[in-house]
């Protein structure tokens, strides 16, 4: 889904200007539907609606099965078949099939459940709404679904509860801001990441050699230390330098980053181990770190490394590699 859009917030802000409002939710998909798994649209008892379940293929017809549910006070699963001549329509190369539940606030969405989402969301937490098989909100919780918030998976589980997770965007911090992180910085925008560069030394990190990035001129185990790394979060160290890199791996392997990547050949990465070992980590901490860093793909210049570094990024996050 688009992440952090302000669905929850609009409709908890239609619900509590006495504006009525129903969330509805894509909860299952067949064949090329239009959105993924999770996807949302809010709607107002006047009809206005924000977001999209199906990119603009069935979003009238959810409108109006929406006011009916909110007159009914109850939660109504939908299901359509987008034909190909209207995916077509909306930029789409096929068709498929949605299920789409429709959530009153108040009778199937309780607001304080609501206000929790949206907490939460504020608090950068992932974020996941429980649903009972009959379409009522039972439990908002950010604890127990390690898996599904790292993965950005919605669904339903075994009892047939609806899972709804909603997760903080994707972040990237980069310690040392050398010619790789030029080239990286950019490609992880592109795929989602909001990248920050941190490096103490004033004239590597600059506006000029990094258009448009968050640069911190400061320690980097300092700056991890002030800003907790979480699930959606990769560390990437490029320094070359164990002063700059040692300390900010450190504080990196205490933290829940879901990707840690390290430069260095293979000798270098194993004096690293050594000087984390003589630290005190443990093995399992060890394991988790990606050195030498990014997917062997022979690359021969810091493009390249970049490429393979970002690769390996996605990998982690998708299949927990």
Not at 230 to 244: N, Q, S, W, Y
Request: glycine share 10%; net charge negative.
């Amino acid at each position: 889904m688009d992440h952090f859009d302000d669905i929850p917030e609009q409709a908890l802000d239609w619900h509590l200007s006495g504006r009525k409002a129903a969330l509805a939710t894509v909860v299952e998909t067949w064949g090329s539907a239009p959105r993924r798994i999770g996807s949302q649209l809010v709607i107002s008892g006047s009809g206005e609606m924000a977001g999209s379940v199906s990119g603009g293929c069935v979003e009238g017809a959810v409108v109006t099965e929406a006011l009916e549910a909110l007159e009914q006070g109850a939660p109504r699963l939908l299901e359509y078949g987008v034909s190909d001549g209207d995916a077509f329509a909306v930029g789409l190369a096929c068709g498929g099939t949605i299920r789409v539940l429709v959530q009153p606030v108040g009778s199937a969405f309780p607001p304080d459940h609501l206000q929790a989402l949206v907490a939460a969301r504020r608090a950068r937490q992932a974020v996941a709404v429980i649903s009972s098989p009959e379409g009522v909100v039972q439990e908002v919780t950010t604890e127990g679904r390690d898996e599904r918030f790292r993965l950005d998976r919605s669904g339903f589980d075994e009892t047939g509860r609806f899972i709804a997770v909603q997760t903080p965007p994707l972040r990237l911090l980069v310690v040392g801001a050398v010619h790789i992180a030029q080239a990286l910085v950019p490609m992880a925008r592109l795929a989602g990441f909001a990248a920050t560069v941190i490096d103490p030394r004033d004239s590597f990190a600059t506006p000029e050699r990094f258009p448009d990035t968050r640069l911190i001129n400061d320690w980097p185990d300092e700056v991890i230390a002030a800003q907790p790394m979480d699930l959606r979060t990769a560390l990437v160290l490029l320094t070359h330098d164990p002063k700059l890199d040692d300390p900010a791996l450190l504080a990196g392997l205490r933290s829940r980053a879901f990707y840690i990547g390290a430069l260095g050949s293979t000798r270098t990465h194993a004096k690293r181990l050594e000087r984390m070992r003589e630290a005190g980590v443990s093995e399992a901490d060890l394991a988790r770190i990606h050195g030498p860093v990014g997917l062997d793909i022979g690359a021969a210049n810091p493009a390249e490394i970049a490429v393979s570094i970002l690769a390996q990024m996605v990998q982690a996050l998708r299949r927990g590699t």
